[in-house]
């Protein structure tokens, strides 16, 4: 497996940059966004590679059958195409597996998460004409085609094995425990896929407490979007702690503090007393 080094610092701010301009974008486009993830994991990521990469789902693309039929017509083509031909799949080792997080190493390696293969099975399936959308399945996210009253389901982890109604509800008991509930089925907004990319890459970093590098950046990314969860604050504030820079970590547990204390006084009290005992560390 290729070793993946971060950019520098000055390369890494400028793709930032870019992230949170495509993001507040009118329209924002999934694939740079995903490419820009992999940027601030690869430094070897440059422009020419995800010119590279969006070729690549071009002609993916471009070996499609022209407008194959209906949804299920639709999905049965991805399958044989990118499952079958291409043979884009998933295997529980790739969640080990940084890479299996980042589109161009997904498109290089044909092996990723379930999101990230659902990535490419709507980005090749959008370009060659398809009705496609994310399904945002708790635990699984997988691909649909067609409207709600025709919709279509596909695994790309399964190599675009189409999906039963059983098959589905079978994966949120398998993930929750709980029944399939029709809202779950709804198309997924682009950037809250990305926002479930970078949520993957913070669960894998925090498995492994000497990647707090990966899970600063993977923060930094997410409160990029215009939408996120305030907390990602103060998940930020105590890597930054734990990453001995006390003082950029207790403005941001101050910061954090502030906005709880709206709603919850004491909780905000408990926040500044972290950051004043991050501040006693500098001494």
């Not at 039963?164 to 079978?170: H, M, N, R, S």
């Not at 970093?205 to 990966?214: L, N, Q, Y």
Request: aromatic share 6%; proline share 8%.
């Amino acid at each position: 497996m290729r070793p993946l080094h971060p950019p520098g610092p000055e390369q890494s701010a400028e793709w930032r940059r870019l992230f949170g301009d495509e993001a507040r974008s009118e329209r924002p486009d999934l694939s740079v966004l995903c490419l820009l993830v992999g940027a601030q994991a690869d430094g070897e990521l440059d422009e020419a590679g995800m010119d590279a990469a969006q070729m690549e789902l071009d002609r993916l693309a471009g070996e499609l059958p022209f407008r194959p039929g209906g949804p299920r017509a639709w999905a049965t083509a991805l399958a044989e195409h990118l499952g079958g031909r291409c043979r884009f799949h998933g295997t529980q080792g790739d969640y080990q597996r940084l890479n299996s997080s980042l589109l161009h190493e997904v498109l290089r390696r044909r092996r990723g998460l379930p999101i990230l293969l659902s990535v490419v099975w709507m980005e090749v399936a959008r370009r060659a004409g398809a009705p496609v959308y994310g399904v945002a399945l708790p635990g699984h996210f997988v691909v649909g085609f067609g409207p709600p009253d025709q919709q279509v389901l596909a695994d790309p982890f399964d190599g675009g094995r189409v999906l039963t109604g059983p098959d589905a509800e079978l994966l949120v008991a398998g993930a929750t425990g709980a029944p399939l509930d029709p809202s779950m089925l709804s198309p997924a907004d682009p950037l809250d896929v990305v926002l479930r990319i970078l949520n993957n890459i913070r669960a894998w970093a925090s498995a492994r407490p000497e990647r707090s590098d990966v899970a600063l950046w993977a923060v930094d990314l997410s409160l990029l979007l215009p939408s996120h969860p305030a907390r990602l604050r103060y998940e930020r504030a105590q890597l930054l702690v734990r990453r001995g820079e006390f003082l950029d970590g207790a403005t941001e547990l101050d910061a954090y503090a502030d906005i709880v204390a709206a709603v919850d006084g004491p909780a905000a009290d408990r926040v500044r007393q972290q950051a004043q005992a991050a501040r006693a560390m500098l001494n």
